[in-house]
């Protein structure tokens, strides 16, 4: 079972959801802990591209590297990021719903190595649970946002 778990259904096309959502500029604004991110690696979204992310953590700031695992275009893709004991992967699955929206899916796994991790495990999973459970919500309030703004500057 997975540490963390969240789905939503978003009312535009998984071609423009997935793009946004795998679009790790945009983990700043999905995110609200996340104040920075920068690519490290050369060329196109695929396995292997990597990513610094930094984020406020009780008014701290922590970097971490942030690495594709896996990635298919408008279907799925798995990132993770591996520091002092501590490795986080998330999963992201997208799906057409009939409507011409998208579902997607997330699931997060916590893998700690060493006692002291194995000890703080569950206060590291309630933390990220604070920090990382509703971006699905937000990424929805982001994409259909922008319809509504589009919308509203169409008509005027």
Same mark, same amino acid.
């Given at each position: 079972?997975?540490?963390?778990?969240?789905? +939503?259904?978003?009312?535009?096309?998984?071609?423009?959801?997935?793009?946004?959502?795998?679009?790790?500029?945009? @983990?700043?604004?999905?995110?609200?802990?996340?104040?920075?991110?920068?690519? =490290?690696? /050369?060329?196109?979204?695929? +396995?292997?591209?990597?990513?610094?992310?930094? $984020?406020?953590? $009780?008014? $701290?700031?922590? @970097?971490?590297?942030?690495?594709?695992?896996?990635?298919?275009?408008?279907?799925?893709?798995?990132?993770? @990021?591996?520091?002092?004991?501590?490795?986080?992967?998330?999963?992201?699955?997208?799906?057409?719903?009939? /409507?011409?929206?998208?579902?997607?899916?997330?699931?997060?796994?916590?893998?700690? @190595?060493?006692?002291?991790?194995?000890?703080?495990?569950?206060?590291?999973?309630?933390?990220?649970?604070?920090?990382?459970?509703?971006? =699905?919500?937000?990424?929805?309030? =982001?994409?259909?946002?922008?319809?509504?703004?589009?919308?509203?500057?169409?008509?005027?």
């Amino acid at each position: 079972m997975p540490d963390i778990q969240d789905s +939503v259904i978003i009312s535009k096309p998984l071609e423009e959801v997935f793009s946004f959502a795998a679009n790790m500029d945009n @983990s700043t604004k999905i995110m609200e802990n996340v104040v920075a991110i920068e690519k =490290l690696t /050369d060329g196109p979204l695929q +396995v292997g591209t990597k990513f610094k992310e930094t $984020r406020e953590i $009780r008014g $701290r700031q922590a @970097s971490s590297i942030i690495e594709f695992i896996e990635f298919i275009p408008n279907e799925r893709y798995v990132v993770q @990021s591996e520091a002092n004991g501590l490795k986080v992967i998330y999963y992201y699955d997208f799906k057409p719903t009939v /409507d011409g929206g998208t579902k997607v899916n997330f699931e997060g796994d916590i893998h700690t @190595s060493g006692f002291v991790m194995k000890l703080t495990k569950p206060i590291i999973r309630k933390i990220l649970k604070k920090e990382d459970g509703d971006h =699905l919500s937000q990424l929805k309030k =982001l994409l259909e946002g922008h319809a509504e703004e589009e919308e509203t500057t169409m008509k005027d």
